[in-house]
């Protein structure tokens, strides 16, 4: 506990990593606040998965993903897709990447990957992902992560 509260004053942005669940044809997805990017060239980023998830397993059989840069007002929408269990997109408004992703409407840009490479680190694998589209969605604020809350940057 002491660990998690010390990082907990480092603050992160959210991301929504997203796709098309290649057995049910249904869009799914998980939270994820250890996002960073890792090379320019070439594009590369990396994100961090418990190996408790129940949803990765079905996000990596899918070909490409989106990581959803998440807004200040989608904190409900981070809430839902951090749930164990259940329709993850239930209620939420969506349209495709190039590739067929879910990009979550609201969310600030979107980042269309494949999976490049895993790494298991403890309690978590770290995905490193090569980026192939990614665009800018909407203006706004981010939906910041500091101290096991979320907020907003009000710079």
Partial sequence: MRFRNILGRFATGVVAITAI???????????????????LDPALVSFCVAHTSST????????????NILSAPQREVCLQLA????DKFAGLDWTESPGGSPVIDGALAWLECSVE???????????VA??????????????????GAYGRFDG
Avoid: M
């Avoid at 669940?21 to 090379?39: C, K, Q, W, Y």
């Avoid at 990765?56 to 990581?67: E, F, I, N, S, T």
């Avoid at 749930?83 to 259940?86: A, F, I, W």
């Avoid at 298991?120 to 770290?126: C, F, K, N, R």
């Fill in 21 to 39: 669940d290649p057995e049910t044809g249904r869009p799914t997805g998980l939270a994820a606040n250890s996002f960073t990017s890792v090379s």
């Fill in 56 to 67: 990765w397993p079905r996000l990596r059989g899918a070909d490409r993903h989106c990581v």
């Fill in 83 to 86: 749930t164990k269990g259940g």
């Fill in 117 to 127: 490479a895993e790494y298991v680190a403890g309690d978590h694998v770290i995905v």
């Fill in 130 to 147: 090569q980026v192939h589209q990614l665009d800018k969605h909407h203006d706004g604020d981010p939906l910041v992560f500091y101290k």
